[in-house]
């Protein structure tokens, strides 16, 4: 059974969100005061709903985490172009890590290197998700 | 509410890498089935005495804690292998082993058992090593016992079963 995780990682958006809105804001400051200032407030509407769709496009494109497994191999997907897969069965080892801000990965280590799944962002129980990946490696040895 | 020896595990190792475990170091990568030599322990978490943080907390962990690496192991007892001195000195013997190999400063060895018998007793308070604290917790009755090492008794105050 294939297993699919997909959630919209917000922080993620809101950094591409940031992105753009500093961009534009950037290019309001070098535009002359008497341009800008009888349409202050349709330039900054124009910047945030432009910053909404510009950086869920950029989210989209750059950041977006998707995650598929299911018994024999598993696929995980940054964006639309870094995409990884690999077998279970390329696995020899499984630990659970956690980053100095508190969010869970997977480690899946593979002579003496690891492949990292980063299962906060993507909304799986860490420690569920670190036994369901060590009963799917060691049912493949 | 009486919790089964796994869940139990399961407990301790969310607590000491999300929970009170914190305030003794920075457990940030767990292992399952983790061996070592011939002991197979069921938990082994890596961690550091310096703690990370944002701005002030890491500039104050800088200066003031030290830069060690330590280790925590969970080990599970059975009616059929009880704990008793010469297998209690296996498993330090491998977790030594482990902190020369590793330059880990101090471990952590927690014991899941049933029954805290006599030889169960004299085996973990007979622990002189400074270095490892040691802590056997009932499973049935959640009693539990810990060397007399500095570690040992520190632990004790931080895993709630």
């Given at each position: 059974?294939?297993?699919?995780?997909?959630?919209?990682?917000?922080?993620?958006?809101?950094?591409?969100?940031?992105?753009?809105?500093?961009?534009?804001a950037?290019?309001v400051l070098?535009?002359?005061?008497?341009?800008?200032?009888?349409?202050?407030?349709?330039?900054?509407?124009?910047?945030?709903?432009?910053?909404?769709?510009?950086?869920?496009?950029?989210y989209k494109?750059?950041?977006?985490?998707?995650?598929?497994?299911?018994?024999?191999?598993?696929?995980?997907?940054?964006?639309?172009?870094?995409?990884?897969?690999?077998?279970?069965?390329?696995f020899?080892?499984?630990?659970?890590?956690?980053?100095?801000?508190?969010?869970?990965?997977?480690?899946?280590?593979?002579?003496g290197?690891?492949?990292?799944?980063?299962v906060s962002k993507?909304?799986?129980d860490?420690?569920?998700?670190?036994?369901?990946?060590?009963?799917?490696?060691?049912?493949h040895? | 509410?009486?919790?089964?020896?796994?869940?139990?595990?399961?407990?301790?190792?969310r607590?000491?890498?999300?929970?009170?475990?914190?305030?003794?170091?920075?457990?940030?990568?767990?292992?399952?089935?983790f061996r070592?030599?011939?002991v197979?322990?069921?938990?082994?978490?890596?961690g550091?005495?310096?703690?990370?943080?944002?701005?002030?907390?890491?500039?104050?962990?800088?200066?003031?804690n030290?830069n060690?690496?330590?280790?925590?192991?969970?080990?599970?007892?059975?009616?059929e292998?009880?704990?008793?001195?010469?297998?209690l000195?296996?498993?330090?013997?491998?977790?030594?082993?482990?902190?020369?190999?590793?330059?880990v400063?101090?471990?952590?060895?927690?014991?899941?058992?049933?029954?805290?018998?006599?030889?169960t007793?004299?085996?973990?308070?007979?622990?002189s090593?400074?270095?490892v604290?040691?802590?056997?917790?009932?499973?049935?009755?959640?009693?539990m016992?810990h060397?007399?090492?500095y570690?040992g008794?520190?632990?004790?105050?931080?895993?709630?079963v």
């Amino acid at each position: 059974m294939a297993h699919l995780y997909s959630p919209t990682q917000l922080s993620s958006f809101f950094k591409s969100f940031f992105v753009i809105f500093a961009i534009q804001a950037f290019v309001v400051l070098l535009t002359p005061y008497e341009i800008v200032d009888p349409i202050r407030a349709q330039i900054l509407i124009f910047n945030i709903s432009t910053s909404l769709i510009l950086g869920w496009v950029l989210y989209k494109r750059a950041s977006h985490l998707t995650f598929t497994y299911n018994e024999n191999d598993l696929t995980l997907r940054r964006g639309k172009s870094d995409v990884i897969n690999h077998r279970w069965s390329d696995f020899s080892k499984v630990s659970l890590a956690r980053t100095e801000h508190g969010e869970f990965s997977v480690r899946l280590y593979r002579d003496g290197d690891f492949l990292e799944i980063p299962v906060s962002k993507l909304k799986l129980d860490p420690f569920l998700f670190r036994d369901e990946a060590k009963k799917l490696i060691e049912s493949h040895r | 509410m009486s919790l089964s020896k796994e869940e139990l595990i399961s407990r301790i190792e969310r607590e000491i890498m999300t929970g009170r475990g914190r305030w003794i170091a920075d457990f940030n990568e767990s292992f399952r089935d983790f061996r070592i030599k011939d002991v197979k322990f069921d938990v082994f978490i890596k961690g550091n005495t310096r703690m990370k943080g944002f701005l002030l907390s890491r500039l104050f962990s800088h200066f003031l804690n030290p830069n060690y690496e330590v280790a925590f192991f969970i080990l599970s007892g059975s009616p059929e292998k009880k704990l008793d001195r010469k297998r209690l000195q296996r498993s330090l013997s491998s977790i030594r082993w482990h902190m020369e190999q590793n330059y880990v400063k101090w471990s952590w060895l927690v014991v899941v058992g049933k029954e805290i018998g006599d030889a169960t007793r004299n085996a973990v308070e007979s622990i002189s090593d400074q270095t490892v604290g040691v802590l056997y917790v009932d499973s049935d009755t959640k009693q539990m016992i810990h060397c007399n090492s500095y570690l040992g008794r520190q632990m004790k105050k931080y895993i709630k079963v």
